[in-house]
């Protein structure tokens, strides 16, 4: 891992810089809303899982963590890429976008396990560690700070005043009509409880 940040207050890399770039520009090309609460969501998970990658002294190019929760949700959105549910579609956005970048060391499987567990409830059997923190992330942002799990408050507090919520409740009803029109079962099934689907069937491992 070189030449990370592990912020936005941090100037990125040459390359770092390029990767972010690129995360932003096909966020504004697929997502519909108008107004920062959809992006300030995005960046409040990326400050989020980054915190807890730190912390855990875990290992992930921050600039990858940064295409990953920028681009987490834009299954939902996008016409382009198929999957039975949006997170395997986010997963698919994220390949073809990423098809000739290079992504750092992190295995290719890692970083689809990142996406497609982030909207767990529970904790998943053999889930890579990395991807635990893009789970937790997901539940801290959702609870507003009440998870933290165990980061202190304040640091907590400050991500959510930085990225101020904007319209994003509004978006938040417009992504469950969304499921819910297109996919409603596999909330249960799939995205939420994944009955049936671990990371060790992912990954083919006995
Ligand atoms: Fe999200």
């Not at 770039?21 to 108008?34: K, R």
């Not at 300030?40 to 990858?64: K, N, P």
């Not at 202190?152 to 499921?179: C, M, W």
Request: glycine fraction near 6%; include cysteine.
């Amino acid at each position: 891992m070189t030449e990370l940040s592990s912020t936005l207050d941090v100037v990125p890399s040459a390359r770092g810089a390029r990767l972010r770039a690129h995360a932003d520009a096909v966020f504004e090309q697929v997502s519909p809303y108008s107004g920062f609460g959809f992006r300030h969501h995005c960046r409040r998970l990326f400050r989020f899982a980054t915190m807890l990658l730190e912390r855990d002294g875990l290992r992930l190019d921050y600039d990858v963590a940064y295409m990953i929760a920028m681009w987490h949700d834009l299954g939902i959105l996008s016409e382009r890429d198929e999957g039975h549910h949006y997170l395997q579609r986010s997963v698919a956005l994220f390949e073809r976008e990423t098809r000739d970048l290079n992504l750092g060391e992190t295995p290719p499987q890692i970083l689809r396990e990142c996406i497609l567990y982030n909207h767990r409830l529970m904790p998943v059997p053999n889930l890579s560690p990395v991807a635990e923190c893009f789970r937790r992330a997901v539940l801290m942002e959702h609870s507003r700070g009440f998870c933290r799990f165990g980061l202190d408050r304040a640091s907590v507090a400050k991500v959510f005043e930085e990225y101020p919520r904007g319209n994003f409740d509004r978006v938040l009803l417009d992504f469950a009509f969304r499921t819910l029109r297109r996919e409603p079962l596999s909330l249960v099934t799939g995205i939420f409880f994944g009955l049936g689907h671990t990371p060790i069937a992912e990954r083919g491992t006995p």
